[in-house]
């Protein structure tokens, strides 16, 4: 079953352009586990993304690294202000 997490991200000095944010999420990419991902600006001090993974043992797997990745994003000051995930209950 195709497990999928939405995260909302504050960025203290706003939300970077995005040649710099694809520029700070370079170094996870290759690590991906996922199927489909999205990053997107919710307002000037605001990210999102969604992420959609195969299954729910593909996530975990992929959580220790990302989990290295959101440690040095909060020494720079930005933090998580909410994350949710579940399984994929339908999709079109």
Excluded at 3 to 13: A, E, G, I, R, V
Excluded at 17 to 23: L, P
Excluded at 33 to 61: C, M, Q, V
Aim: charged residues 25%.
């Amino acid at each position: 079953m195709k497990y999928c997490t939405s995260t909302k991200w504050h960025w203290p000095d706003g939300v970077p352009n995005e040649q710099k944010f694809v520029e700070q999420l370079a170094e996870i990419l290759p690590l991906a586990d996922w199927e489909r991902a999205y990053w997107y600006k919710i307002d000037d001090n605001h990210s999102g993304s969604f992420t959609l993974y195969p299954d729910k043992e593909a996530y975990l797997r992929y959580m220790a690294e990302l989990n290295e990745f959101r440690g040095k994003a909060t020494s720079d000051g930005i933090t998580m202000v909410d994350m949710v995930e579940g399984p994929v209950l339908g999709e079109n």
